[in-house]
């Protein structure tokens, strides 16, 4: 049983760069979310999918953040233009959506920018 | 906007004893979840246990079980017989009724267990 997948586990980084995060959610679940989360701090909700919709934003996704489920499996975070407030964790979960708030996550994709 | 508090940043309690951490939350909503997340030392974060609010009888998960205090809006988590597995940081989570899984967390308490 595989549990949520997330590549990279760190990346570092300069200002200005783009990064891109990936997650392999748990192959039945057909709500996937990207959390972020700071030192010291409870994840903050950015986003999340039902299937292939994306359906639903933070504010806290600013312009330069993109996220995509193309074929309803995995997902994309991109990060365009790294400002070093982007360093945090960015943590990626799944869930059925008959089971509300139960949450699968990944172990995290931690950025450093530098 | 809800807003889930966690006031007690740390806590140690040593083995087979019991501990309670605290939450509060604030919300103008009737039908929500609480939820009690544990994040272990680089690991992934699991669901410990969860509340619906229109239930007045108290979740238990084993040695895990909660106080719900819906008046106070209160939702503590007690641990009973510790365990050093049990060192892990806790987040108190909330989530509306209609977006179940939107969830809104507090800052966390980091559990210490100690022989």
């Known amino acids: 049983d595989t549990g949520v997948s997330q590549n990279p586990r760190h990346k570092i980084t300069k200002r200005g760069q783009n990064v891109t995060f990936r997650c392999d959610p748990i192959s039945e679940h057909n709500r996937l979310y990207w959390y972020r989360q700071t030192l010291g701090q409870g994840p903050e909700f950015l986003t999340y999918?039902?299937?292939?919709?994306?359906?639903?934003k933070s504010r806290l996704l600013s312009d330069r953040f993109s996220a995509e489920r193309p074929k309803g499996s995995f997902s994309t975070l991109e990060i365009q233009r790294t400002e070093q407030g982007d360093s945090a964790m960015y943590l990626c979960?799944?869930?059925?959506?008959?089971?509300?708030?139960?949450?699968?996550f990944g172990e995290g994709s931690r950025l450093t920018v530098l | 906007a809800q807003t889930v508090t966690q006031s007690q940043p740390e806590m140690s309690v040593q083995e087979a004893e019991t501990v309670t951490l605290s939450c509060t939350y604030d919300?103008?909503?009737?039908?929500?979840?609480l939820f009690w997340y544990k994040q272990p030392p680089s690991r992934q974060m699991i669901l410990v246990i969860r509340q619906e609010a229109y239930k007045q009888q108290n979740a238990t998960e084993n040695r895990f079980s909660v106080n719900f205090q819906k008046a106070a809006k209160s939702f503590s988590l007690k641990i009973s017989d510790s365990q050093l597995g049990d060192t892990a940081m806790y987040f108190c989570a909330f989530a509306n009724a209609g977006t179940a899984s939107k969830l809104t967390f507090g800052t966390g308490t980091r559990l210490q267990v100690t022989l």
């Open positions: 919300t103008s909503e009737n039908n929500y979840y």
């Open positions: 999918f039902q299937n292939e919709a994306q359906l639903e």
């Open positions: 979960a799944s869930s059925l959506a008959l089971v509300a708030g139960e949450l699968f």
